[in-house]
């Protein structure tokens, strides 16, 4: 279990890696939804103001909620970012209709197929998964509907090991 750990967080890396280059250059702060052990800030340029968010406290500067029961904090961000998030927000239409005064929003899909059993159960890492089923066309349509377009994605189809669909929409 200490090997899958590490094997996990070693993903994890590349996918905050490999998003953090999608972050435009006009963006000057933004907030790590489900920070957890705050990956993309290694990514990042020090002159970007990173608000890191979380359901628990992971450091003195986390701020804390569950987006399940309470609001989006009021932070003035220039982009929202989230990684690996977006399958444990019971009502995801409505945490990205909050985002509406941000100039981007960075997301992930991993697709939680990839995690199903023959049986049809999710397996790790989503088992906790509250929404199992979110489609990237439910996301898309959300975002368009509050003034959001495609800006840009990347998929490393040839590395199944991060297999994640990374896209960052740009307000219009």
């Given at each position: 279990a200490e090997t899958e750990g590490a094997i996990t967080q070693a993903r994890f890396n590349v996918r905050a890696s490999l998003m953090a280059k999608m972050i435009?250059?006009?963006?000057?702060?933004?907030?790590?939804i489900?920070?957890?052990?705050?990956?993309?800030?290694?990514y990042i340029p020090a002159e970007i103001r990173y608000y890191g968010l979380d359901v628990c406290k992971r450091d003195e500067e986390t701020l804390v909620c569950d987006l399940n029961c309470e609001p989006l904090p009021?932070?003035?961000?220039?982009?929202?970012?989230?990684?690996?998030?977006?399958?444990y927000i019971n009502e995801p239409e409505k945490l990205l209709s909050q985002m509406q005064n941000a100039k981007y929003i960075l997301f992930d899909y991993g697709g939680i197929e990839r995690y199903?059993?023959?049986?049809?159960?999710?397996?790790?890492?989503?088992?906790?998964?509250r929404n199992n089923f979110v489609s990237p066309e439910t996301l898309f349509q959300?975002?368009?509907?509050?003034?959001?377009i495609l800006e840009?994605?990347?998929?490393?189809?040839?590395?199944?090991?991060?297999?994640?669909?990374?896209?960052?929409?740009?307000?219009?």
């Open positions: 435009p250059a006009d963006v000057r702060s933004l907030m790590d489900g920070c957890g052990v705050c990956d993309l800030k290694k009021d932070v003035p961000v220039d982009l929202y970012y989230m990684a690996g998030l977006i399958y199903l059993r023959l049986d049809g159960v999710p397996g790790d890492p989503l088992i906790h998964a959300a975002l368009r509907k509050n003034g959001f840009n994605v990347h998929w490393d189809w040839q590395n199944y090991t991060i297999g994640w669909h990374m896209y960052l929409f740009k307000k219009i």
